[in-house]
């Protein structure tokens, strides 16, 4: 059986957590896997191969940068991690080879920066696994039939990563990351979050989408398809885990439910601006009609409309776009910045009442005013002041004894 390995840029930064990354391939051959290791871009921002510092280099430069070539120029520092991990295992007489993407089966579209892959062909890595080595892939790229290089979009790794997998129909994916798992909120802002330690592909798709950056959705999304495992964890040797499951190939009945709990974690988005129309009596459907066409190419965050009014929420980035399309609108608009989304997810919450009543009562309790709100099967969303972001993350994880 195969493993897929995946390892974050700050697993492979130093030395020493090169050697970890190396003892946890080691311990996947030792129990008998044949592994694939994936690996993103050494360090994060400032560091000479990181994605980022190689993007400043070329704008520094030129601000326009065309698409095709920022594709085949950050591509770069992927397969430098590849090469040089390569070198660790083989340093440590452990059978290795690099492969890029596209070498590796990656094959995708043209849309350069954000790639969608439209096949896997696993030939080259199957031969290689099987002569009995471990082969390294350079995550977040793959190749276009054209030849070019193209890129998967930001966490494009973990798409590698669970593309891989599923091709190869592997046992099971496991992602490094610098947390020890998925956390019942953000730890830098709620003191006693905790791992969760068994999470739906649901909760997380939802998780990741609602602003925690452990795993990229689309890399859920291929993994439920394929009823792959997923854990994620620190490159730590008795890290704390989360196991993302319940597909086909979860062995153990599905009982973690069993003790009623509605809500799994809590995350948020901040920066955000609350866009509220003032629609005139007698044309309400008329103008909302007319707002969401012309907003049909912005991302938009919880819709409300009232009998007088339309609230939308969008990111600060794209606040100038959204007014100046809204202006052509014969209707009043008013704005709210410095906006903040709170969302609780659960699996247990469908179906499920009092979830809401809790919610509102434990930011009651603190004295935070709800400006719009949204829900889902699994997800319960609150619009607040951004100046009361945290609080309100922290009251809410402690109402559902997270």
Same mark, same amino acid.
Not at 357 to 370: Q, S
């Given at each position: 059986?195969?493993?897929v390995?995946?390892?974050g840029? $700050?697993?492979?930064?130093?030395s020493s957590r090169?050697?970890?990354?190396c003892?946890?391939?080691?311990e996947a ?13 050494m360090?994060r ?7 980022d510092t190689?993007i400043g280099?070329?704008?520094g ?12 120029l950050v591509s770069?520092?992927?397969i ?18 690099a492969?890029?993407g ?6 995708t ?6 790639a969608?892959?439209?096949?896997v062909?696993t030939?080259?890595?199957?031969r290689h696994?099987d002569?009995?080595k ?7 790229q793959?190749?276009a039939?054209s030849?070019d ?5 930001r966490?494009?790794?973990?798409t590698?990563a669970?593309a891989?997998g ?16 998925i ?6 802002v709620?003191?006693?979050a905790k ?9 997380? $798709?939802q998780m990741?989408w609602e602003g ?17 495992p #997923?854990?994620?964890?620190?490159l ?16 153990d009945p599905?009982r973690?439910?069993?003790n009623?709990?509605p ?5 948020y ?7 509220l129309?003032?629609?005139s009596?007698?044309?309400?459907m008329e103008t909302?009609?007319r707002?969401?066409r012309?907003l049909?190419? #912005?991302?938009?965050d919880?819709?409300?409309m ?7 929420? #969008?990111p ?15 209707s ?5 910045r410095?906006m903040a ?31 719009a709100?949204a ?5 319960l ?5 951004g100046?009361c972001l945290?609080t ?11």
């Amino acid at each position: 059986m195969v493993v897929v390995l995946k390892f974050g840029g $700050t697993c492979l930064q130093t030395s020493s957590r090169r050697d970890m990354a190396c003892d946890r391939i080691r311990e996947a051959l030792n129990g008998g896997y044949k592994v694939l290791a994936v690996v993103s871009a050494m360090g994060r921002t400032g560091e000479p191969y990181a994605t980022d510092t190689l993007i400043g280099l070329a704008k520094g430069l030129h601000k326009a940068v065309a698409a095709r070539e920022m594709d085949l120029l950050v591509s770069c520092g992927e397969i430098i991690s590849a090469v040089l991990m390569v070198q660790e295992l083989q340093a440590r007489g452990i059978p290795a080879m690099a492969l890029s993407g596209g070498q590796a089966g990656i094959v995708t579209d043209t849309n350069f920066g954000e790639a969608g892959i439209t096949s896997v062909d696993t030939t080259h890595v199957r031969r290689h696994l099987d002569e009995g080595k471990v082969v390294v892939v350079a995550g977040f790229q793959g190749r276009a039939p054209s030849g070019d290089i193209t890129t998967l979009g930001r966490g494009g790794s973990d798409t590698t990563a669970a593309a891989l997998g599923a091709a190869l129909d592997a046992a099971y994916v496991e992602i490094y990351t610098d947390v020890q798992g998925i956390m019942t909120a953000d730890p830098r802002v709620v003191k006693n979050a905790k791992t969760i330690p068994l999470a739906t592909y649901d909760e997380v $798709t939802q998780m990741a989408w609602e602003g925690a950056k452990v795993i990229h959705p689309r890399a859920v999304e291929i993994a439920h398809r394929a009823k792959i495992p #997923v854990w994620i964890r620190s490159l730590e040797k008795e890290s704390k885990k989360t196991l993302m499951a319940g597909g086909e190939k979860q062995n153990d009945p599905w009982r973690y439910w069993e003790n009623d709990r509605p809500v799994t974690g809590i995350t948020y988005r901040a920066d955000l601006v609350q866009i509220l129309v003032h629609l005139s009596q007698g044309q309400e459907m008329e103008t909302a009609s007319r707002v969401f066409r012309l907003l049909k190419a #912005v991302s938009l965050d919880l819709i409300n409309m009232f009998p007088d009014r339309l609230s939308v929420v #969008v990111p600060s980035e794209v606040e100038d776009e959204t007014i100046s399309l809204l202006k052509t609108l014969d209707s009043s608009l008013e704005t709210r910045r410095d906006m903040a989304k709170v969302t609780a997810i659960g699996y247990g919450m469908h179906g499920k009442p009092g979830v809401m009543e809790k919610v509102i009562a434990a930011l009651w309790k603190e004295k935070i005013h709800v400006h719009a709100s949204a829900d889902s099967n699994i997800t319960l969303s609150c619009l607040i002041d951004g100046d009361c972001l945290f609080t309100a993350v922290n009251a809410i994880h402690d109402a559902f004894g997270l």
